[in-house]
């Protein structure tokens, strides 16, 4: 390769990598906002919840008392079928699933998303103060792979994930009959599981005003005005700390990666 092909490449190669550097310096800073939020916000008793941002710590509930609950009268709302996860049949409150199909090229390797999704919106979480509700959509959630699956040459998918991708005609399998190499991975939050959660306390609209028994009983924790809305299964530590990771990455990462990239820049059109 002659070394104009080489340093025109580089040249490309530093101006993607300056704007992935900006991207990830952004990223950084959005979760430095979010440490200094969760670092000033005390934690509240759901007995003593008000409207407006508030920070719990509490564990879910089972589906069934969702189902049964006097403070959830959803009417068609909610399916009356506990939500399993679509692999490994596990009972959940909230399930994401991803099927992944591994590539390969001359020049890189990737992980391609062939499909995704995912189900379960209401929760109710109890600490040893009171019961609420808690709408987890549109929520960052910070919850790790509970799940893993895997086919290749020579190994077909695992029954449970066979099924589902027969029911959503999803091929596992290439021109030649081989298989492909894929992943199959699940998140899901349990019953007993204990969440972070950092959102707004707003009104909760199953419930008329002015019939709540307690004031938990009329607010549900929901995606408020404020754009914070962060649901984690870790406690508020291990959500600092990984947090801070995140920044560390980000801000510095980032911020490393941009300026080194602008500096070769400048340096190839002769202004440093």
């Not at 969760?38 to 919840?49: A, D, F, K, Q, V």
């Not at 808690?134 to 893993?148: C, G, Q």
């Not at 066979?162 to 190499?181: Q, V």
């Not at 950092?198 to 404020?226: C, S």
Request: proline share 3%.
């Amino acid at each position: 390769m002659a070394s104009g092909e080489g340093a025109a490449k580089l040249f490309i190669y530093s101006i993607v990598g300056f704007f992935v550097g900006l991207w990830f310096f952004y990223k950084g800073f959005k979760k430095l906002k979010l440490k200094r939020t969760i670092e000033n916000m005390p934690t509240s008793n759901i007995r003593s919840l008000a409207i407006g941002l508030v920070e719990i710590y509490a564990a879910v509930l089972p589906y069934q008392e969702l189902l049964k609950s006097k403070i959830t009268n959803f009417g068609q709302t909610i399916s009356k079928e506990i939500l399993k996860s679509p692999f490994s049949q596990k009972e959940c409150l909230y399930y994401k699933y991803t099927v992944e199909r591994y590539v390969r090229s001359r020049k890189s390797s990737y992980w391609v998303m062939v499909t995704q999704g995912t189900a379960g919106k209401y929760m109710l979480v109890k600490d040893k103060t009171g019961t609420v509700l808690v709408d987890i959509e549109k929520a960052e959630l910070d919850i790790p792979m509970d799940t893993e699956y895997s086919s290749s040459l020579g190994k077909d998918p695992p029954v449970v994930v066979l099924n589902f991708l027969k029911a959503n005609k999803i091929s596992y399998e290439g021109w030649l009959g081989g298989n492909h190499t894929m992943r199959y991975r699940e998140y899901y939050i349990f019953p007993s599981d204990k969440l972070y959660i950092l959102g707004t306390a707003g009104k909760n609209p199953f419930i008329k005003e002015g019939t709540a028994a307690f004031n938990e009983e009329g607010i549900m924790i929901q995606k408020g005005n404020n754009p914070t809305y962060y649901i984690s299964d870790k406690d508020e530590k291990a959500v600092l700390s990984s947090i801070g990771w995140s920044v560390f990455g980000g801000v510095i990462g980032g911020a490393v990666l941009a300026l080194a990239c602008l500096t070769y820049l400048l340096f190839f059109i002769g202004l440093f």
